[in-house]
């Protein structure tokens, strides 16, 4: 991590001050697996307090409070609305479980694909969008170089630390990342915590 530190604070001074006033990189990472994705669906547009409690209840339905997608499956709708779930997401969260047990899912193959065919594999799933994936190959599979131009917070970051007046569109925050690479979920990551949020999936 020292040697992706060190190129972003001399590619980029004013990431450079972010990362002084930030200090050491402290990412929280999660396994690459179906209860992850299951909980980056539960925390789409939702508060991390209140998200964690449908998670919780969620998770207390389930035997041995093991998230799986059989497990899943065998709840109906119904109960899983009555731990707080919407509609939507029930709907969303039951296709990932038909997805993943009909093989159209693979966990155990994603850690071989290219970011650009995670992506691909994973937003074929109801509900799952470019930015739960880039947030997947973040904070899942461990990517160094994602950069999530979808991310409310990593755009407010930008548009504050390099004073922009508005929030930068995705061409913007290519043409700014370029000479973060082969680091940006780095930079993501302090770009974040600059805003004191706590960034994680």
Same mark, same amino acid.
């Given at each position: #991590?020292r040697k992706?530190?060190?190129?972003?604070k001399k590619?980029?001074?004013? !990431?450079? =001050?972010? @990362?002084?006033?930030v200090?050491?990189? $402290? @990412?929280?990472?999660? %396994?690459?697996d /179906? +209860?992850?994705?299951?909980?980056? @669906?539960?925390? +789409? +547009?939702?508060?991390?307090?209140?998200a $964690?409690?449908?998670?919780?209840?969620?998770a207390a !339905?389930?035997? %041995?409070s093991? @998230?799986t997608?059989?497990?899943l499956l065998k709840?109906?709708?119904?109960? #899983?609305?009555?731990?707080? &779930?919407?509609?939507? *997401?029930?709907?969303?969260?039951?296709? &990932?479980?038909r997805?993943t047990?009909?093989? *159209?899912?693979? /966990?155990?193959? &994603?850690h071989?694909?290219?970011?650009?065919?995670v992506?691909?594999?994973?937003?074929q =799933?109801?509900g799952i969008? =470019?930015?739960?994936?880039? #947030?997947?190959?973040?904070?899942?599979?461990?990517?160094?170089?994602?950069?999530?131009t979808? %991310?409310?917070? =990593?755009?407010?970051?930008?548009?504050k630390v390099?004073?922009?007046?508005?929030?930068?569109?995705?061409?913007q #925050?290519e043409? !700014?990342?370029a000479?973060?690479?082969?680091?940006?979920?780095?930079?993501?990551?302090y &770009?974040?915590?600059?805003?004191e949020?706590?960034?994680? !999936?």
């Amino acid at each position: #991590m020292r040697k992706a530190i060190l190129h972003l604070k001399k590619a980029d001074p004013v !990431l450079g =001050v972010v @990362i002084e006033r930030v200090g050491a990189y $402290r @990412i929280e990472y999660r %396994d690459p697996d /179906f +209860q992850t994705l299951v909980r980056s @669906i539960v925390y +789409q +547009q939702l508060s991390g307090k209140v998200a $964690r409690v449908i998670f919780n209840r969620l998770a207390a !339905l389930l035997p %041995d409070s093991k @998230i799986t997608p059989e497990a899943l499956l065998k709840l109906t709708p119904v109960k #899983m609305r009555r731990a707080g &779930l919407s509609k939507q *997401k029930t709907a969303y969260i039951r296709d &990932l479980a038909r997805k993943t047990v009909r093989g *159209k899912v693979r /966990f155990e193959a &994603l850690h071989e694909l290219p970011d650009h065919e995670v992506i691909e594999h994973l937003t074929q =799933v109801k509900g799952i969008g =470019v930015w739960t994936a880039h #947030m997947f190959l973040i904070f899942a599979l461990r990517r160094p170089d994602v950069l999530p131009t979808g %991310d409310l917070g =990593v755009r407010s970051a930008i548009r504050k630390v390099y004073g922009l007046e508005d929030l930068p569109h995705p061409k913007q #925050m290519e043409e !700014l990342a370029a000479s973060w690479r082969p680091y940006c979920s780095v930079a993501s990551w302090y &770009l974040w915590r600059s805003l004191e949020n706590q960034a994680a !999936l």
